[in-house]
């Protein structure tokens, strides 16, 4: 047997192999700047790489922008409320650290264990590695396919959120949002404060789950759960109409949305409707760490998968072979590790540098034997709330698996029903069932279906089903050009040289076979 | 446990397999293939579905012309409609790019002996020619070849269609089954533990791909295979523009458009095998060249984004044609397989010539380039010396 590819990176070659910085991190939200920021103040290089222009994360989004646009954006500013603005210090500072070298708008498309990380910006590509990454990424929210889901008027409170924070827009129009989950009632009371007033706020949960949810409360958790509450206190004191335990959400319209129909307590009822934001909780955004190689688990109360990690979040490798040998050499933070918001992010984002800082052998002041880990208190004081958050919001929209005629994969229209054929005619792996019905194929990469299918397979599953496995991610795991890729910089050299079919004919084959 | 006892035992079931099998079993042999996955999981299924005569092996050229026929005619082998799903679309043409003099040089010559022996399916044509077929091409690509003959096909449908084909004439088909232990009895037979229990045949045909050599090194025998885990490259949509399979010469250039405008890239290049879990990875580093070749062809799709990649794996012999032969060690078995990334092609005419000499207890001569007798350790290939 001869196989030609040369043992791949080994762990000491890749230290070898120059790295670009000590440490890269994946992410400029609240996780991955302040791991920026505790690792560049111990005087270590480190690379930070997002996709958006400025520093903030979903969460603080344009905030920078925001605030150098006052005095236009004080009326924006004041309604996006405290939950907004509390990111401006840790921005300020995580500008003003030497030693973080910021990209902003820069895509990445390819991680892998050994610490390389594939990235784009405009028209140009190439790897970086370091001797530590943290992969910082965040959440995504849960896909909610119901009827009429992919209906043009029909968004994501964090699409919404997107648009009012980067594009200072303001939804029009009657407005319907629906759904479950803390950032719902958030998104509600902005739009309060922005003087949009929702025809409804449709939620999904029941008073019962709160009622369940009560021994999950940990005293630290209090403060979040405040918060909450006071949300839903002004938009009730507002006289915005709320209702609970609703179900069988349809959007209905032609070309566009045109009106919503559900079921609240047993009772149906239609409204019209020119914006639908829908809402169902945020999920771990796996991709990195998928591609990676990374161990994931899969959990059924949440309906989603999230990489295993130990407390500070270094990863370990799923089993099977790996494209990169040696140590795993990547950390993972915040949300992208566990949903815990932008609290627990900041926390564990620093609880990971110094555990980082430890490794690299340069961690300012030791503690002394004995003495609490601050940074690992901090990340269970701010978890703290998730129990009984997650107790609460149940899973809503996304809680019954949609019919047979509901669409799962919207970059290809894959419905459910011919998911649901495809798993009956024996298609037993994601992997499978995407070769046959192209679902997931499109530009998204199987993000806003892979957790459904994975539960459709699950339904048919006659055994327990066991952990399932997500779409196999390949590189690219972002859109990336051709003339990018064809001018690709930071080629690992070993890797890059060419294995290739040398199947090219003599142009004249001699010994004149016959004539 | 279950215990028959067969006329063939067919390792593998891809293309080659499944379609040595139909033949078989159309003339009432006793056949079971054996496949550790799905049928046409592996290359067979996943290929770029190429149906080409251009720039084929001149050793290759009568089976891929016979191939061709068939797939011309491929409703008379599997039937109407598995045929349509098939999407057998030929007369598009193949034509192979002359980038550069050495190119141009390689393709004049080439075209000469393919003159002199006969072979008319290919012809020279000049930069005028080739840009009038090729709207978007850069300005300095000067000629090539074309074959207008040629085109593409559905490879997952096709790999399914021959499977189905094979199981409806009455060959046993044992999917998610492992070949645990081949051994040779006393007499000639074949006795094979399998994940379906003892299977017990008169004949074995390897027909294991990627696997090839691993089968044929268990019965002690070394055949010189390079396990290759080919890559391929998905772009998101554009406007239709180009009809052709465009191919490079020396350059890692091969392209279609698929009907849906996504444009489908290979170039033979590999990624990470890795044979025993039967997987392997995309590296990234070297589809570099790949893109570099597509974008110095079609400036114009520098813009065009690669949304998804996959690979295949596949095995390829020294001298680049496939190894097609009765074992040169054991009696009653025959080794197909290293199809160096142009087998899709070729398989329903190796289907029907290997049962063909099967049946006739004599290799069709056409086989005989692909015996293994040409890797003895000694006097290397007519072609070595010609290079
Ligand atoms: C990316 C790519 C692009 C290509 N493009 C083209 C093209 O455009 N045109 C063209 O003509 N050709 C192309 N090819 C080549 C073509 O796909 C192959 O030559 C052809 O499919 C080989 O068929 P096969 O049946 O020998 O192999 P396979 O399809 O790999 O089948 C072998 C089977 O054997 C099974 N097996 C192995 N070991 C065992 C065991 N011990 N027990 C049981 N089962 C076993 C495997 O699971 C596998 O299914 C391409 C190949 C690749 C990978």
């Known amino acids: 047997m001869n196989i030609p590819t040369k043992p791949m990176l080994s762990g000491e070659r890749q230290d070898a192999l120059a790295v670009d910085a000590d440490v890269i991190v994946i992410g400029a939200g609240p996780a991955g ?275 295993k990690t130990s ?50 052998g340069r961690a300012s002041v030791r503690p002394p034997v004995g003495a609490a880990d601050q940074t690992a208190t901090d990340v269970q004081r701010t978890m703290a709330a998730r129990p009984f958050i997650d107790a609460a919001f149940p899973l809503g929209l996304a809680a019954q698996l949609p019919d047979d005629t509901t669409i799962v994969c919207r970059c290809e229209e894959i419905t459910a029903g011919s998911l ?83 199947d090219k004919p003599e142009a004249a084959l001699g010994g004149d076979t016959n004539g | 446990m279950d215990r028959r006892s067969d006329d063939v035992l067919i390792i593998g079931g891809g293309l080659q397999g499944c379609a040595i099998a139909m033949f078989l079993a159309r003339t009432g042999w006793q056949v079971t293939v054996i496949e550790k996955n799905l049928a046409g999981r592996h290359a067979s299924g996943v290929n770029a579905g190429g149906l080409r005569l251009l720039m084929r092996d001149a050793r290759e050229y009568p089976l891929s012309l016979r191939a061709m026929e068939m797939w011309d005619n491929l409703a008379d082998l599997v039937g109407e409609a598995t045929s349509e799903a098939c999407e057998v679309r030929l007369g598009t043409s193949q034509i192979a790019l002359a980038m550069d003099t050495a190119e141009l040089e390689w393709a004049r010559a080439r075209n000469q002996d393919m003159l002199r022996r006969g072979i008319y399916s290919e012809e020279l044509i000049d930069a005028e020619e080739l840009h009038r077929l090729l709207p978007g091409l850069a300005n300095s690509a000067l000629g090539g070849l074309i074959s207008r003959r040629d085109g593409h096909a559905n490879p997952a449908n096709a790999a399914r269609a021959f499977r189905d084909a094979a199981e409806a004439a009455g060959a046993r088909i044992l999917e998610h089954c492992v070949l645990r232990e081949l051994k040779p009895k006393a007499g000639g037979s074949w006795r094979a533990d399998t994940d379906a229990g003892l299977i017990e045949a008169e004949r074995v045909i390897n027909c294991a791909g990627a696997w090839g050599a691993d089968v044929a090194a268990r019965l002690g025998e070394t055949l010189p295979i390079k396990v290759l885990a080919l890559t391929m490259m998905v772009t998101a949509r554009v406007k239709p523009f180009v009809t052709p399979v465009v191919i490079g010469i020396d ?114 001569p056409r086989l005989a380039p692909f015996s293994v007798d040409r890797f003895a350790p000694q006097p290397k290939l007519v072609d070595e010396a010609l290079q």
């Open chain 1, 33 to 307: 700047m302040s791991a920026a920021i505790e690792l560049a103040s111990a005087g270590c290089q480190v690379i930070v790489l997002d996709l958006q222009p400025t520093p903030g994360g979903q969460i603080f989004r344009a905030l920078q922008s925001n605030l150098e646009a006052r005095p236009s954006t004080d009326s924006l500013l004041a309604a996006l409320g405290s939950a907004y603005n509390a990111g401006r210090t840790l921005i300020q500072q995580f500008r003003a650290t030497a030693g973080i070298d910021y990209r902003p708008e820069t895509t990445v498309w390819d991680l892998r264990a050994d610490g390389t990380v594939g990235w784009l910006k405009g028209e140009m590509a190439g790897y970086l590695r370091a001797r530590h990454v943290v992969v910082a990424n965040g959440a995504m929210e849960r896909p909610t396919p119901f009827p009429g889901w992919t209906l043009p008027g029909v968004m994501t409170a964090g699409a919404v959120q997107t648009l009012i924070k980067a594009g200072r827009l303001q939804p029009e129009g009657q407005i319907v949002l629906a759904g479950t989950g803390p950032l719902i009632f958030l998104l509600a009371d902005q739009l309060r404060r922005l003087g949009v007033r929702p025809a409804l706020i449709a939620r999904t949960d029941r008073f019962r789950d709160k009622i369940f949810a009560l021994p999950h409360i940990r005293p630290a958790g209090i403060p979040a759960l405040l918060k909450g509450l006071g949300w839903l206190a002004r938009l009730r004191l507002a006289g915005i109409p709320m209702r609970s335990r609703v179900t069988e959400l349809k959007a209905q319209g032609r070309d566009r949305l045109e009106t919503v129909s559900l079921t609240v307590a047993g009772r149906g009822m239609e409204l019209s409707c020119d914006l639908l934001v829908v809402h169902d909780g945020i999920i771990p955004a796996i991709e990195l760490a998928h591609c990676a190689g990374l161990a994931l688990e899969w959990r059924e109360s949440d309906a989603s998968w999230r990489p």
């Open chain 1, 311 to 360: 407390q500070d979040g270094k990863a370990q490798m799923a089993a099977g072979p790996a494209l990169t040998s040696g140590p795993c050499r990547i950390r993972i933070s915040g949300d992208a590790r566990q949903i815990g918001g932008a609290d627990a992010a900041v926390a564990h984002g620093r609880h990971a540098a110094k555990a980082i800082l430890a490794e690299l």
């Open chain 1, 420 to 502: 649901r054929t495809s798993i009956h005619g024996g298609a037993t792996d994601m992997n499978l069932i995407r070769g046959v019905t192209r679902c997931g194929m499109g530009p998204c990469q199987g993000r806003s279906c892979a957790v459904t299918l994975a539960r459709l397979l699950g339904e048919a599953a006659t055994r327990t089903p066991a952990s399932p496995a997500p779409f196999r991610a390949r590189p690219p795991l972002r859109p990336l050009p051709l003339g990018a890729l064809a001018k690709l910089s930071g080629l690992d050299p070993e890797l890059a040289e060419v294995v290739s079919l040398e």
């Open chain 2, 251 to 364: 350059q890692p250039l091969s392209f279609k458009q698929s009907v849906v405008g996504s444009l489908v890239i290979g170039g033979g290049i590999s990624g990470k095998p890795c044979l025993e879990e039967g997987t392997s990875f995309t590296v990234m580093d070297r589809m570099a060249s790949s893109a570099a070749a597509t974008v110095s062809a079609f400036p114009a799709l520098a813009g065009v984004p690669i949304l998804r990649t996959w690979t295949g794996l596949e095995g390829a012999t020294p001298d680049g044609i496939p190894i097609i032969s009765p074992s040169a060690q054991h009696h009653g078995l025959w080794h197909v397989f290293g199809f160096c990334g142009h087998g899709f092609q070729l398989a329903p005419a190796v289907g029907e010539i290997v049962a063909q000499s099967l049946i006739d207890g004599l290799v069709d």
